[in-house]
C-alpha cells in the first residue's frame, strides 16, 4: 500500500523560509515523478514543482521558480521542497503525489497518489 506522509508545514512570515517533507513508502519509486502540489481555498490544484526519481531533473511552476527547490533522498525514501523568500499567495494546503515516468498525462495536476497534504500559511 503506498504512502505519502507529508510534514513540515506551518506559519511564516512573508520572506521566510519552510521545508516541506513528503516520506514515501510502499513501493519502488524510482519508476516515478514526484511531485509537489497545492490548493488556496476557492482556487484550483495548481503544479507547483516535480522530480524524476531516478535522473533528478526537476520541473518548476514560473511561480515559483528561483524560490523553491524539489529535491529527494534516496536513501531515506523523502521528497523535499524547499521554499524561501515566500509570500502571502504561497498560502495553501500542499500536496506531496507520484505518478508514474512511463505513462501520459493529460494534466500537470494528475498523479495516481497522493499525500494527505500539510497547510502552508504565509502572513504579510
Known amino acids: 500500500q503506498v504512502q505519502l506522509v507529508e510534514s513540515g508545514g506551518g506559519l511564516v512570515q512573508a520572506g521566510g523560509s519552510l521545508r516541506l517533507s513528503c516520506a514515501a513508502s510502499?513501493?519502488?519509486?524510482?519508476?516515478?515523478?514526484m511531485g509537489w502540489l497545492r490548493q488556496a481555498p476557492g482556487k484550483e490544484r495548481e503544479f507547483v514543482a516535480r522530480?524524476?526519481?531516478?535522473?533528478?531533473?526537476?520541473l518548476y511552476a514560473d511561480s515559483v521558480k528561483g524560490r523553491f527547490t524539489i529535491s529527494r533522498d534516496n536513501a531515506k525514501n523523502t521528497v523535499y521542497l524547499q521554499m524561501n523568500d515566500l509570500k502571502p499567495e504561497d498560502t495553501a494546503l500542499y500536496y506531496c503525489?507520484?505518478?508514474?515516468?512511463?505513462?501520459?498525462?493529460?494534466?500537470?495536476?494528475?498523479?495516481?497518489?497522493w499525500g494527505q497534504g500539510t497547510q502552508v500559511t504565509v502572513s504579510s
Open positions: 522530480i524524476n526519481w531516478s535522473s533528478g531533473m526537476t
Open positions: 510502499g513501493r519502488t519509486f524510482s519508476n516515478y515523478k
Open positions: 503525489a507520484a505518478r508514474s515516468r512511463d505513462r501520459a498525462y493529460m494534466k500537470d495536476t494528475e498523479y495516481d497518489y
